[in-house]
């Protein structure tokens, strides 16, 4: 989540910044990121972003192809300046998690792949004289619920720090990206704690700085979405509970056909069952809130039939005017969201003990046609 509230939280703590795009720098440095702590993912820099970023001084460019390098070299050589970089490097490791955000396998777009990094290494040492080779980064996937694609991962970068060490690189950072998992439904992702000491234990002696730039698990489990139930409705084959919020605003089932706990947002449960078990439903089982009294999808109103947050789920009670939470929002949620069918965005709430602070207003009809003409 990119809410400049949510950023200045992290910064309040020390914390540096991973930025994909300029929009990102522009928002870390609003919430007063220091440049010296933010690096600079992604496969398609544009030059504009990379002047934006070369002149504010961010601490490095994690460079994702062979053009990218020459580049930002050109960029940094008008500017008259030295850009510090790291390779992002494409380890060919499975991560275990969904296609879609894996990044760190020969087939997906991300990072060089370790031999060719290595001859970029050389090659920008001898001839992109506006550069300096800062660092090594890799980061191989989201979502990822085992430790062991990571430990794979650093083996193999540790390689590569070896053989540019060899070549008179001077290695200083290792970013080692984020990708660490959370629990959504019943997934056994590491603490924190395990992943930090398989990592110490992997990097013991090395001699880097290391970079982490974890996204989801800090802020995954930490935000919730709220919709209210507009209509139930008893289909032929199914249940359905129509509600005011849309994969436009959380696309993550729509996308990856991702599980979202789900929950009433009552004081008290109620006890009186509305509608019945679909004939389609597979077998009933406890759900996560802890029983349930029907199955049903979980719908927005946006015209497509992908636009559900939940099938086939044993729910609790829900009837129209109800609130459900959607769980697990905190990460790729918000930042993910669009005004998809004019739908204005919904407003965020940070939420600290009995207090609350609107950290983003609800859009407004008139936020939806901001910059656009009549002609
Ligand atoms: C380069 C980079 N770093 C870090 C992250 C954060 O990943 P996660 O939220 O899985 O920790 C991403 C996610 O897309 C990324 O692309």
Not at 185 to 214: N, Q
Request: hydrophobic residues 40%; glycine residues 10%; aromatic residues 8%.
């Amino acid at each position: 989540n990119s809410n400049i509230a949510i950023l200045k939280t992290f910064v309040k703590e020390g914390s540096g910044v991973d930025i994909v795009s300029g929009g990102e720098l522009y928002r870390a440095l609003k919430a007063g990121a220091n440049p010296n702590k933010i690096v600079y993912s992604g496969v398609g820099k544009r030059a504009d972003e990379i002047e934006y970023a070369l002149k504010v001084g961010i601490l490095m460019f994690n460079v994702e192809s062979p053009e990218e390098l020459r580049a930002l070299n050109e960029s940094a050589r008008r500017l008259k300046k030295k850009a510090s970089f790291a390779i992002r490097v494409n380890p060919d490791v499975e991560p275990k998690t969904h296609p879609y955000i894996s990044t760190g396998l020969k087939k997906n777009k991300f990072g060089i792949e370790a031999n060719k990094a290595v001859r970029e290494y050389v090659y920008a040492k001898n001839n992109l004289k506006n550069l300096i080779p800062l660092g090594v980064d890799c980061h191989i996937g989201s979502q990822i619920t085992q430790l062991s694609p990571f430990v794979d991962a650093l083996k193999k970068t540790k390689n590569i720090i070896a053989l540019l060490r060899s070549e008179g690189i001077d290695v200083q950072y290792l970013d080692i990206g984020g990708g660490l998992g959370i629990t959504y439904k019943d997934e056994d992702a590491p603490h924190p704690s395990k992943y930090g000491k398989a990592v110490m234990d992997e990097t013991k002696g090395l001699g880097v700085t290391l970079i982490f730039e974890p996204g989801r698990v800090m802020v995954g489990n930490a935000g919730i979405l709220v919709t209210k139930v507009l209509y139930t409705k008893q289909g032929t084959e199914k249940n359905f509970i129509i509600v005011d919020a849309a994969m436009n605003d959380l696309a993550r089932p729509s996308l990856y056909g991702s599980y979202h706990a789900i929950k009433a947002v009552r004081k008290t449960a109620s006890p009186i069952p509305l509608l019945v078990k679909s004939p389609s439903s597979p077998p009933l089982e406890k759900g996560d809130e802890g029983g349930f009294e029907i199955v049903a999808d979980v719908v927005g109103p946006i015209c497509e039939s992908g636009d559900f947050f939940a099938k086939d789920r044993p729910l609790p009670f829900f009837q129209s005017g109800d609130l459900m939470a959607l769980m697990s929002a905190g990460a790729y949620g918000f930042s993910m969201s669009s005004n998809y069918n004019s739908r204005p965005r919904a407003a965020e709430v940070m939420v600290k003990g009995n207090k609350f602070s609107v950290i983003r207003e609800r859009e407004s009809y008139k936020d939806l046609i901001k910059g656009e003409k009549l002609v």
